[in-house]
């Protein structure tokens, strides 16, 4: 039983994408606009030319927060959408009826539909792929080159991820919606 | 009753009546058309996305459950709250009830992926928490009580009965329709809709979507000629109508205020982006609220003929509230940052139904025409001596 979250050190991004791409071989995703499970946001460059401002030009490596208080999960009409016994938010593809409402509900973008189940998929902190096998990271995390990403436990007060938040200011996205996100962006 | 062939397939072949006959089959093969191409080529046949996940499909369910809902509430100021103009209708306005959500119905079982999933797992694993679950459930009840109150309005009459099953029926449909507007209103991701707007903005949207179908179907029957007892029910509906469209600006008018004042991000822009398309002010406000307003407030509530070609009117203003009430929704971008080099940043996203979701959704009308026509060929839906 843990409590599973994703630090982010967001500034060290080179927008490589490594970690989308090997999330999509980890876990099956299918080519297609729509068909991913994480993804590298960029923020548009600030100030006009010849004056940008060059540091304005941030990525922010994104996916699902795994929020503890998923609206995706309270909206699921068949709790097709649950909390694993590491409090990961997983789609139950038996029990999904694709009315895409948690797609809606999710103030991320973080869900799509899966064709190969014509089920809502989303990251699952690679639970049925490689924590699944013992392993203790994400794929993203593994293949990242510059270390952006930080996974373990929230409960547990030794891990790498308790330890960096202890020790680093972090922001939350849209955590005035009480959604209460385990992904944090470190400052 | 009366079920045989031949009373099913003649009709008085008047111009009126073979055009609304051969919309209707032209609909019903649409509908056929779009499931066909639905069953072959899923999602992948509409144009709703990961951004923009709901369209006309659910606009369209929306647009027919609330037609039920409004005739069940229409039909019982006659049979539940007991006056009498109103309870010559009472039948109509049930079978048109049950016919409009069954065409609810079919559209929205093409646009859930798993109906059938759904069914089974609605009971063993509910999602309480879940306003779609509240409103499926009670939509079910509430079709289990509206059909056994037309039977016993219609085939076993017993009047105990059919008002017991009424007054079932009116507080399911609205307990099923405001969880309607909750489906939309407990969104916490979209600060337009979230809020206690929606669910009471259905109830009453419901209420004038019954007014103006029971003129329609009215105006129908009776070639928009009406015999002097329904004449004095409809200055009754006509004054109720013009009420309930009074309130209606006023919600809106107010909501749209709220939303713009102060302008917080995201909502104020997403209001204003809502109320500056001609869907809003030709579609929504023109034909759904003033025309048929107007023709009330300065006839004094005495205009009955011309209110069948504003209820017409009034219907299509119903389709583009619940159009926008979909798009409107989820038109403002959940990340508005670009994922790629090459990319423009997010801007409000575009949206516009595909044929086949065109075919589906309109083509539920067809549904409803085909079901409107058995239900007045196969029952008894005019008023008994006692009434």
Redesign the interface.
């Known amino acids: 039983m843990a409590r599973y979250g994703m630090a982010l050190d967001y500034k060290s991004c080179i927008n490589c994408r490594a970690c989308e791409t090997a999330c999509k071989a980890e876990n099956g995703v299918l080519p297609g606009r729509d068909n991913y499970r994480i993804w590298v946001g960029q923020k548009e460059i600030e100030g006009e030319y010849p004056k940008l401002s060059i540091s304005s030009l941030t990525y922010q490596p994104s996916q699902c927060q795994h929020c503890d208080n998923a609206p995706c999960q309270q909206v699921c009409p068949t709790n097709a959408t649950y909390y694993d016994e590491n409090r990961v938010v997983r789609v139950d593809p038996e029990k999904c009826i694709l009315c895409t409402y948690c797609i809606n509900a999710c103030p991320y973008d973080a869900r799509y539909v899966d064709d190969r189940t014509v089920t809502v998929d989303k990251c699952n902190f690679c639970s049925d792929t490689r924590l699944a096998n013992g392993e203790t990271t994400t794929a993203c995390q593994a293949t990242c080159p510059t270390k952006v990403r930080t996974f373990g436990d929230l409960d547990d007060p030794n891990s790498d991820i308790s330890q960096l938040l202890e020790k680093r200011e972090y922001r939350q996205i849209k955590e005035h919606l009480g959604t209460k996100p385990k992904l944090f962006y470190l400052l | 009753m009366n079920l045989s062939i031949k009373n099913l397939i003649t009709f008085r072949r008047t111009p009126l009546n073979l055009l609304v006959a051969v919309t209707g089959a032209l609909l019903l093969a649409a509908f056929v058309a779009g499931a066909v191409v639905y069953f072959l080529h ?2 992948h046949a509409f144009n ?4 923009h ?2 369209g006309l499909l659910i606009a369209m369910y929306v647009f027919f459950v609330v037609s039920s809902t409004g005739l069940c509430i229409i039909s019982s100021i006659g049979h539940v709250f007991g006056v009498k103009e109103f309870q010559q209708i009472g039948k109509r306005a049930i079978a048109g009830a049950i016919v409009t959500i069954i065409s609810g119905f079919a559209v929205i079982a093409l646009e ?4 059938i ?2 069914l089974i ?2 009971v ?4 309480l ?5 509240w409103m ?1 459930t009670l939509y079910g009840i509430y079709l289990c009580f509206i059909m056994l109150e037309f039977f016993f309005l219609t085939i076993k009459i017993n009047h105990k009965w059919s008002k017991i099953f009424g007054i079932g029926g009116l507080l399911s449909g609205l307990a099923a329709h405001s969880n309607l507007g909750a ?1 939309f209103g ?5 600060p337009t809709a979230n809020g206690v707007f929606y669910p009471v903005y259905f109830i009453l949207s419901a209420m004038i979507t019954g007014c103006y179908l029971i003129y329609i179907i009215y105006g129908f029957k009776y070639r928009n000629n009406y015999p002097e007892p329904l004449r004095v029910m409809f200055v009754k509906l006509n004054k109720i109508l013009g009420m309930l469209l009074g309130i209606l600006i006023f919600f809106e008018a107010w909501k749209i205020l709220t939303a713009l004042y102060g302008t917080m991000p995201e909502r104020a822009e997403t209001i204003m982006y809502a109320v500056t398309s001609p869907n809003f002010i030709i579609g929504e406000l023109l034909l759904g609220m003033l025309i048929p307003f107007f023709i009330i407030l300065f006839s004094n509530g005495q205009a009955v003929k011309p209110m069948v070609y504003a209820s017409l009117t009034g219907m299509i203003g119903i389709f583009f509230m619940r159009y926008d009430l979909v798009h409107d ?2 038109v403002y ?3 508005m ?5 090459y990319q423009l ?1 997010p801007t409000l996203l575009h949206y516009f139904p595909s044929p086949t979701e065109m075919a589906i959704g309109f083509g539920g009308i067809g549904i409803t025409i085909l079901g409107l026509y058995i239900m007045e060929k196969v029952f008894n839906l005019d008023p008994d001596s006692e009434d």
């Open positions: 899923g999602h709703v996305t990961r951004q996940p709901w859930i992926g798993h109906p999933t759904m797992y609605n063993l694993t509910p999602g928490t879940s306003a779609i679950w499926g489906v407990f969104l916490i991701s979209r929704t989820l971008p959940m990340t940052l670009k994922r790629s080099e940043p």
